[in-house]
């Protein structure tokens, strides 16, 4: 399936990966305990500015900030927008 979201300029469009439900040792956590993703998949990138190529690419693993980027639901999936900057580090 095709995504037909294309981000302008610097952006990156991330797929957010799900909320850990369990820790390592067995205790399932509930949903009010669960913090937000700060890792997901890049599933479209913009094409950059004439001062700023683009790092990441389609299918990284990538890190962000807690709070970085813009949610938005689309066709009952989330996802996040955020420019490249936003991103630490691609895993």
Do not use: C
Not at 32 to 43: I, R, S, Y
Not at 44 to 56: F, L, S
Not at 63 to 79: C, I, M, N, V, W
């Amino acid at each position: 399936m095709a995504l037909n979201i294309k981000p302008l300029s610097d952006r990156v469009l991330i797929e957010p990966v799900a909320a850990e439900t369990q820790t390592a040792s067995g205790i399932f956590i509930p949903d009010t305990a669960k913090e937000k993703p700060q890792k997901g998949n890049v599933v479209a990138v913009g094409n950059g500015t004439k001062d700023h190529d683009m790092t990441v690419k389609v299918g990284d693993t990538v890190l962000y900030g807690k709070y970085a980027g813009t949610e938005l639901k689309h066709e009952g999936k989330d996802y996040l927008i955020m420019r490249e900057d936003d991103i630490l580090a691609i895993i």
